[in-house]
T-cell receptor, first 116, second 116 residues
Framework: AQKITQTQPGMFVQEKEAVTLDCTYD???????LFWYKQPSSGEMIFLIY??????QNATEGRYSLNFQKARKSANLVISASQLGDSAMYFC?????????????FGQGTILTVHP | GAVVSQHPSWVICKSGTSVKIECRSL??????MFWYRQFPKQSLMLMAT?????????EQGVEKDKFLINHASLTLSTLTVTSAHPEDSSFYIC?????FGGGELFFGEGSRLTVL
């Protein structure tokens, strides 16, 4: 089974609206972390938000929030008030504590396009 | 904040030659670094885990004799693509882990390799 799955190859959103990017994961580890990264066309990986498996609150970072549903094994990224600069590829990634510190497994990615 | 720097950002080489890519942690000691490969519009695939002072751990299917990894110091890991072929053309990106306690990992800017 895929450890991390992003089912939306592409998403479109109107500027200033909110958008949700889906991510589901599969792990037998009790302790794990979920990351979201933004990758613009330049290629750099920009860290957005992190959620630990034992965190009781959903993570938030400015316009980014993570809708963490542990029982469903989902960790969807919500971007509020979309901006044109949000257009990029977005990756969800899983870190399992049983693996090397910092080793990530990435989802397939979602290309987000923000329309004016 | 912590910064990871990769060099070169772009490299073009002839088929059959070797290319070295450097990954440096600029303001922290990275006991572990990770090398990923990314084809256009695809996900990041982990190639190997680079451990300071010991041999790298390669993922299944990655040829260790072709992709030589050296982590000689706590701030530098190098990836050498030996006898490069056009199919090795890709985006190579590293990440670094130091005293990772949950939260962001640090990625280099990536290196785009084109083999003619």
């Amino acid at each position: 089974a895929q450890k991390i799955t992003q089912t939306q190859p592409g998403m479109f959103v109107q500027e200033k609206e909110a958008v949700t990017l889906d991510c589901t994961y599969d792990t037998s580890d009790q302790s794990y972390g979920l990351f979201w990264y933004k990758q613009p066309s330049s290629g750099e990986m920009i860290f957005l938000i992190y959620q630990g498996s034992y965190d009781e609150q959903n993570a938030t970072e400015g316009r980014y929030s993570l809708n963490f549903q542990k029982a469903r094994k989902s960790a969807n990224l919500v971007i509020s008030a979309s901006q044109l600069g949000d257009s990029a590829m977005y990756f969800c990634a899983l870190h399992e504590r049983s693996t090397s510190y910092g080793k990530l497994t990435f989802g397939q990615g979602t290309i987000l396009t923000v329309h004016p | 904040g912590a910064v990871v720097s990769q060099h070169p950002s772009w490299v073009i080489c002839k088929s059959g030659t070797s290319v070295k890519i450097e990954c440096r942690s600029l303001d922290f000691q990275a006991t572990t670094m990770f090398w990923y490969r990314q084809f256009p519009k695809q996900s990041l695939m982990l190639m190997a885990t680079s451990n300071e002072g010991s041999k790298a751990t390669y993922e299944q299917g990655v040829e260790k004799d072709k992709f030589l990894i050296n982590h000689a110091s706590l701030t530098l890991s190098t990836l050498t693509v030996t006898s490069a072929h056009p199919e090795d053309s890709s985006f190579y990106i590293c990440s670094a882990s130091g005293n990772f306690g949950g939260g962001e990992l640090f990625f280099g800017e990536g290196s785009r390799l084109t083999v003619l």
